[in-house]
Protein backbone atom coordinates (compact mmCIF):
# COMPACT_ATOMS: atom_id res chain seq x y z
CA UNK A 1 0.00 0.00 0.00
CA UNK A 2 1.30 3.52 -0.77
CA UNK A 3 0.49 6.74 0.81
CA UNK A 4 -1.76 7.88 -1.88
CA UNK A 5 -4.43 5.09 -1.38
CA UNK A 6 -5.59 6.19 2.65
CA UNK A 7 -5.85 9.85 0.74
CA UNK A 8 -8.02 9.13 -2.02
CA UNK A 9 -10.38 7.10 0.19
CA UNK A 10 -10.00 10.07 2.30
CA UNK A 11 -11.00 12.32 -0.05
CA UNK A 12 -13.76 9.69 -1.45
CA UNK A 13 -15.54 9.95 1.82
CA UNK A 14 -15.48 13.45 1.97
CA UNK A 15 -17.31 13.31 -0.93
CA UNK A 16 -19.83 11.07 -0.07
CA UNK A 17 -20.61 12.79 2.88
CA UNK A 18 -20.99 16.49 1.39
CA UNK A 19 -23.27 14.83 -1.21
CA UNK A 20 -25.31 13.04 1.50
CA UNK A 21 -25.55 16.48 3.79
CA UNK A 22 -26.51 17.91 -0.14
CA UNK A 23 -28.97 15.88 -0.63
CA UNK A 24 -30.66 16.10 2.97
CA UNK A 25 -30.65 19.80 3.25
CA UNK A 26 -32.46 19.36 0.20
CA UNK A 27 -35.02 16.95 0.68
CA UNK A 28 -36.14 18.60 3.99
CA UNK A 29 -35.37 22.55 2.67
CA UNK A 30 -38.22 21.28 -0.06
CA UNK A 31 -40.74 19.10 2.25
CA UNK A 32 -44.15 20.43 2.47
CA UNK A 33 -45.62 22.08 5.26
CA UNK A 34 -46.90 19.48 8.04
CA UNK A 35 -50.70 18.91 7.76
CA UNK A 36 -51.90 18.59 11.52
CA UNK A 37 -55.57 18.64 10.53
CA UNK A 38 -56.07 16.76 7.80
CA UNK A 39 -59.90 15.24 6.33
CA UNK A 40 -59.62 11.65 7.03
CA UNK A 41 -63.54 11.69 5.47
CA UNK A 42 -65.28 10.54 8.04
CA UNK A 43 -68.03 13.46 7.00
CA UNK A 44 -68.18 10.97 3.87
CA UNK A 45 -68.94 7.45 6.01
CA UNK A 46 -72.75 8.38 5.91
CA UNK A 47 -73.03 9.28 2.29
CA UNK A 48 -71.81 5.29 1.42
CA UNK A 49 -73.78 3.14 4.31
CA UNK A 50 -71.29 3.15 6.69
CA UNK A 51 -71.32 4.39 10.65
CA UNK A 52 -69.87 7.91 11.48
CA UNK A 53 -69.30 6.63 14.77
CA UNK A 54 -65.42 7.13 16.13
CA UNK A 55 -62.99 3.73 15.32
CA UNK A 56 -62.10 3.81 18.66
CA UNK A 57 -64.88 4.02 20.17
CA UNK A 58 -65.86 1.23 18.13
CA UNK A 59 -62.99 -0.86 18.85
CA UNK A 60 -63.32 -0.20 22.69
CA UNK A 61 -67.15 -1.48 22.58
CA UNK A 62 -65.89 -5.17 20.36
CA UNK A 63 -63.03 -5.98 22.78
CA UNK A 64 -65.79 -5.02 25.83
CA UNK A 65 -68.73 -7.22 24.19
CA UNK A 66 -65.80 -10.23 23.59
CA UNK A 67 -64.95 -10.17 26.89
CA UNK A 68 -68.13 -10.00 28.13
CA UNK A 69 -68.69 -12.86 26.33
CA UNK A 70 -66.09 -15.10 27.30
CA UNK A 71 -67.06 -14.15 30.70
CA UNK A 72 -70.50 -15.54 29.80
CA UNK A 73 -68.81 -18.99 28.76
CA UNK A 74 -66.68 -19.27 31.69
CA UNK A 75 -69.96 -19.06 33.77
CA UNK A 76 -71.34 -22.10 31.74
CA UNK A 77 -68.62 -23.99 31.85
CA UNK A 78 -68.35 -23.22 35.66
CA UNK A 79 -72.20 -24.42 35.84
CA UNK A 80 -71.19 -27.68 33.67
CA UNK A 81 -68.39 -28.25 36.18
CA UNK A 82 -70.51 -28.42 39.02
CA UNK A 83 -73.67 -30.63 37.38
CA UNK A 84 -70.42 -32.75 36.35
CA UNK A 85 -69.86 -33.06 40.34
CA UNK A 86 -73.30 -33.38 41.62
CA UNK A 87 -74.01 -36.39 39.30
CA UNK A 88 -70.39 -38.36 40.13
CA UNK A 89 -72.28 -40.67 42.07
CA UNK A 90 -69.57 -41.30 43.85
CA UNK A 91 -66.85 -41.97 40.93
CA UNK A 92 -63.62 -40.92 42.14
CA UNK A 93 -62.23 -40.15 38.59
CA UNK A 94 -65.55 -38.29 37.16
CA UNK A 95 -65.01 -36.20 40.79
CA UNK A 96 -61.73 -34.94 39.83
CA UNK A 97 -62.79 -34.07 36.25
CA UNK A 98 -65.27 -31.99 37.83
CA UNK A 99 -63.16 -30.43 40.17
CA UNK A 100 -60.71 -29.41 37.59
CA UNK A 101 -63.34 -28.39 35.26
CA UNK A 102 -64.87 -26.08 37.90
CA UNK A 103 -61.04 -24.72 39.18
CA UNK A 104 -59.96 -23.88 35.71
CA UNK A 105 -62.95 -21.84 35.21
CA UNK A 106 -62.72 -20.13 38.46
CA UNK A 107 -58.95 -19.35 37.33
CA UNK A 108 -60.34 -18.15 33.65
CA UNK A 109 -63.12 -16.12 34.68
CA UNK A 110 -60.67 -14.18 37.21
CA UNK A 111 -58.19 -13.83 33.81
CA UNK A 112 -61.26 -12.40 32.18
CA UNK A 113 -61.81 -9.76 34.97
CA UNK A 114 -58.39 -8.59 35.34
CA UNK A 115 -58.18 -8.43 31.41
CA UNK A 116 -61.67 -6.46 30.91
CA UNK A 117 -60.46 -4.13 33.67
CA UNK A 118 -57.09 -3.65 31.75
CA UNK A 119 -58.97 -3.52 28.43
CA UNK A 120 -61.53 -0.71 30.22
CA UNK A 121 -58.32 1.29 31.96
CA UNK A 122 -56.46 0.87 28.14
CA UNK A 123 -59.65 1.86 25.80
CA UNK A 124 -60.42 4.76 28.47
CA UNK A 125 -56.81 6.37 28.17
CA UNK A 126 -56.74 6.19 24.32
CA UNK A 127 -60.13 7.83 23.75
CA UNK A 128 -59.10 10.34 26.57
CA UNK A 129 -55.82 11.30 25.47
CA UNK A 130 -56.95 11.26 21.83
CA UNK A 131 -59.87 13.31 22.17
CA UNK A 132 -60.32 17.55 22.33
CA UNK A 133 -61.78 17.60 25.81
CA UNK A 134 -59.46 19.58 27.74
CA UNK A 135 -60.69 22.48 25.45
Known amino acids: MTEEEPD ?9 LAVTTAGVFVFLSTAGPALAQVDLGMGYAGAIG ?3 ADIRKVVGS ?3 ALLGFIGFMLVIQMMIGGFKYMISGGDEEAREGAVASIKNAVIGFFLIMASTS ?8 IIDATTDSYI
Not at 118 to 125: K, L
Open 8 to 16: NRERRNRKI
Open 62 to 64: VIR
Open 118 to 125: IARFVVDA
Open 50 to 52: LPD
